[in-house]
């Protein structure tokens, strides 16, 4: 398995990571892996055109949109 280093991180963030590690009952190493791995591979299914228009909502009143 290939291992990663990272240098010069703000110690607020190291500390962040700590105390999220802590409450997730995580090293803070192990707490790394995870961020990155539901960041970089965990991504929301990607909608259709026809899903994103059947999501917005319905106005029957287009008086609504009047910018005059």
């Not at 961020?35 to 009143?61: C, G, H, N, W």
């Amino acid at each position: 398995m290939a291992q990663l280093l990272v240098r010069d991180i703000d110690e607020a963030v190291v500390e962040a990571l700590k105390r999220t590690a802590a409450g997730n009952g995580r090293s803070a190493e192990a707490e790394h892996r995870e961020i990155l791995r539901s960041s970089l591979t965990v991504r929301p299914k990607k909608r259709s055109f026809k899903e994103v228009l059947a999501a917005m909502p319905y106005f029957e009143d287009d008086a609504l949109f009047d910018v005059r």
